[in-house]
């Protein structure tokens, strides 16, 4: 489980491993730059109102569509939306 927060992803299990977030909408597709020790280039889009997809290259390219596998090098994440009760 991660969390997105003003412009960080906090991994819940990982507390050590928050990353800086900044996406940029206006761009197609959609662009995001995530950042621990190093920048890492991807793209992401919604899938409904619960589905985040975001796509990332392993040589720290950007991906150009969402896709995913080793002969491509993308990793593609597709965490849904947990609704917590408050």
């Known amino acids: 489980m991660w969390t997105f927060t003003?412009?960080?992803?906090?991994?819940?299990?990982?507390?050590?491993?928050?990353?800086a977030v900044k996406l940029a909408p206006?761009?197609?597709?959609?662009?995001?730059?995530?950042?621990?020790?190093t920048a890492t280039e991807g793209i992401y889009k919604f899938d409904g109102a619960d589905k985040?997809?975001?796509?990332?290259?392993?040589?720290?390219?950007r991906s150009?569509?969402?896709?995913?596998?080793?002969k491509l090098g993308t990793i593609l994440f597709v965490p849904e939306r947990v609704r917590l009760p408050r």
Do not use: H, W
């Open 52 to 61: 985040l997809v975001m796509c990332c290259r392993d040589d720290n390219k």
């Open 26 to 37: 206006p761009e197609s597709p959609r662009r995001l730059t995530s950042r621990t020790k």
């Open 6 to 19: 003003g412009g960080k992803l906090i991994p819940q299990y990982n507390s050590g491993g928050v990353a």
């Open 64 to 70: 150009t569509e969402f896709a995913a596998g080793p």
